[in-house]
């Protein structure tokens, strides 16, 4: 297990300009977490420090035990490569170090329903379909963690209901999941605790039911009404 993540004193800074406050926190297997706040808050650069992507400007992030590519991260604009679909998850197994199976890369297409695309070229997909096929690259890899960073927020309410789906699969088959999103209606149905983020600060962790029906900080509550942020 890879898990707990821990971060102590984490912050991170572009030039003068701190995007994260340094914040501690353990993350251990089980709940579903779900970083809230506006956009601008900081989800998007938390969940790429934890993945790795981004070194914090100060402060330490540990796993319990060296990763070894079992987190994995899907991103509000996935990548498609110029091949096929089912090329597409067959490189992410190659690119994780594991066998070039097209047997692992059929099934994970089949989870998302994307079995009877597998020879299309992966960018003539539509939107909800090439977020299913990025997820199809994370569900062969078998993550213990899976980081989703606003993974439906240029979806429609359709596509938005399958990506849903499956990452309630995912959490079912006991990956953890971090899933960063400004949709409170999306946090209330897919979360277990909140981390809820304002201007770079962690200002509430906390389980979902408690922080939507009672908000710690006035940021949190007004956030819940919508209301326009103070800057």
Do not use: C
């Not at 149905?189 to 200002?203: A, P, T, W």
Request: no cysteine; aromatic share 6%; proline share 5%.
């Amino acid at each position: 297990m890879i898990l707990p993540l821990e971060l102590e004193r984490v912050s991170f800074k572009v030039g003068s300009k701190t995007i994260i406050e340094p914040l501690s926190l353990r993350l251990d297997a089980g709940q579903s977490t779900i970083v809230l706040g506006a956009n601008g808050a900081g989800k998007s650069v938390l969940l790429r420090l934890m993945h790795g992507l981004l070194a914090p400007s100060s402060g330490t992030i540990r796993w319990s035990d060296a990763p070894r590519r079992k987190h994995a991260m899907v991103f509000q604009r996935p990548v498609m490569l110029r091949r096929s679909v089912l090329a597409n998850v067959i490189y992410a197994i190659q690119a994780a170090g594991g066998e070039p199976a097209e047997k692992t890369a059929i099934e994970a297409l089949e989870e998302v329903g994307l079995g009877a695309l597998a020879h299309r070229p992966a960018r003539v997909l539509s939107g909800g379909e090439q977020q299913r096929l990025a997820l199809a690259r994370a569900w062969a890899l078998h993550p213990e963690v899976l980081f989703l960073d606003e993974p439906t927020a240029n979806l429609d309410p359709s596509a938005t209901r399958e990506i849903e789906a499956i990452i309630r699969a995912f959490d079912a088959s006991g990956t953890k999941i971090i899933m960063s999103t400004h949709n409170l209606g999306q946090a209330r149905r897919l979360g277990d605790e909140v981390l809820y983020l304002h201007q770079g600060r962690l200002l509430e962790r906390t389980a979902a039911a408690e922080f939507f029906s009672r908000p710690a900080s006035a940021e949190a509550a007004a956030f819940i009404k919508g209301e326009l942020p103070w800057i």
